[in-house]
């Protein structure tokens, strides 16, 4: 079956420091794979997406994902990390026979908590 | 540039009340369009589904129905809620191809 995991429910970083949200996925084929960030009581926003090429994608507000083919990850980072960067963040996929985003997995969201 | 309104942004509602929820979207045409519920400011769970006026797919069985009468108008409704309805609804849209879905601010329902 297809599922998206993103491993931890939270992840906690100091201001300043790189950050990292995992997310691993089970698709068959070469999928496209999203990151979405959403604001408390806000609709999600796209980050950024992956769909074939470079495996470094850089994205909004200085995020970058690398797409790992072998380890089927698709981890989001960023080299500093800003308070404002505060939020839940979500990992979805697509598969490659997919029409369209009607058959968009989800992960369950990482909560992302950066300490001044 | 293409924007997306989704109304209201509460609402609190007695058990057995109709619901409306609408969402409108602008500077696109054709969009396809979703329905979102969020329990518990997490898991995304996938309502309704439109490609087109009058196009609509469920994708699970519930107290709701989705409508679309204009090209870019999408309205989530129910004759009677339950408490279960309670949730965040979010209304997105997206083109054809690999393009990423947009998403409205949200309708916070909660019934009582």
């Known amino acids: 079956a297809q599922s998206v995991a993103q491993p931890e429910d939270q992840v906690n970083v100091a201001e300043g420091n790189p950050l990292t949200v995992k997310c691993t996925y089970s698709?068959?084929?070469?999928?496209?794979l999203f990151w979405y960030v959403q604001y408390p009581n806000r609709g999600l926003q796209f980050l950024l997406k992956?769909?074939?090429?470079d495996n470094l994608v850089k994205g909004s507000y200085g995020f970058e994902a690398e797409f790992n083919k072998s380890q089927t990850s698709f981890h989001l980072k960023k080299p500093s990390a800003l308070v404002s960067d505060s939020a839940l963040y979500f990992c979805a996929v697509r598969a490659p026979n997919a029409g369209n985003n009607r058959k968009l997995i989800w992960g369950l969201g990482t909560s992302l908590a950066v300490n001044p | 540039s293409q924007t997306i309104h989704q109304w209201p942004a509460t609402l609190v509602q007695p058990v057995g009340s109709p619901l409306s929820l609408e969402c409108t979207v602008e500077g696109t045409s054709n969009p396809n369009l979703y329905w979102y519920r969020q329990a518990a400011g997490r898991g995304l769970q996938l309502l309704f589904y439109s490609v087109g006026i009058g196009q609509i797919s469920s994708e699970v069985p519930q107290n709701l129905s989705a409508s679309r009468p204009q090209d870019r108008q999408f309205i989530l409704s129910s004759k009677k809620l339950l408490l279960s309805d309670s949730g965040f609804y979010l209304c997105?849209?997206?083109?054809?191809?690999?393009?990423?879905?947009?998403f409205g601010n949200g309708t916070r329902l909660t019934v009582t």
């Open positions: 698709v068959s084929g070469n999928p496209y």
């Open positions: 992956y769909i074939t090429g």
């Open positions: 997105a849209w997206s083109g054809t191809g690999v393009i990423p879905l947009h």
